[in-house]
């Protein structure tokens, strides 16, 4: 079985799509609420709001490591509405915790950019109407800059000394030697 936990909003869940296994509900705040394409460029702003989500989704932060230190619960599927912000946060600090280098975490966030040129482009196809105003601010709202993680990093480091600092203040730092088994293990071939 997969464990799909789903960090959309409940709003976000209503407009879909809904996942065809049973999944876990572990929200994070939309980070692109309330913000302008414009102001989604300035890689300083994006790293405050993903520094924002990861305080005040500390709870589910929380909850998705106690899950990762279950054996039962792989494999793993952590997933929001495009895949970049709050996965990408996600993901950046998992991956960190486990020992990998802050450039391969910078270059994995940035790759998720290439996937949501595909999501802006059947947004596209799919509203016809707002295409137009989706092509003027899809690709601010959709774009991965380095810089972006690159900062949010840093000012995690700065705010709790590391990583492992965030999840300790989270009273989850025990699951720390799980993940590191757990995510270090190659994946299965066949």
């Known amino acids: 079985m997969t464990t799909v936990i789903d960090l959309r909003s409940d709003e976000e869940r209503r407009q879909g799509p809904s996942y065809a296994v049973p999944n876990i509900h572990l929200p994070l705040e939309n980070p692109q609420r309330g913000i302008s ?44 509405s495009s895949g970049k912000d709050r996965t990408g946060i996600v993901a950046a600090l998992l991956l960190g915790l486990v020992g990998v280098s802050d450039d391969a975490v910078v270059a994995d966030y940035a790759m998720s950019g290439l996937g949501c040129v595909r999501i802006l482009d059947a947004l596209c196809a799919r509203d016809g109407g707002s295409a137009a105003a989706l092509r003027r601010s899809g690709p601010a709202l959709l774009s991965a800059q380095p810089a972006s993680m690159h900062l949010l990093l840093d000012r995690m480091r700065a705010k709790f000394g590391s990583l492992e600092g965030y999840v300790d203040e989270l009273e989850m730092g025990s699951a720390i030697p799980y993940l590191r088994v757990a995510l270090s293990r190659p994946a299965c071939a066949g």
């Open 37 to 80: 394409p414009d102001e989604w460029t300035d890689a300083a702003r994006v790293a405050a709001r993903y520094f924002d989500l990861l305080m005040t989704g500390s709870d589910s932060v929380a909850e998705i490591l106690a899950i990762l230190t279950d054996p039962a619960a792989y494999p793993v599927v952590i997933g929001c």
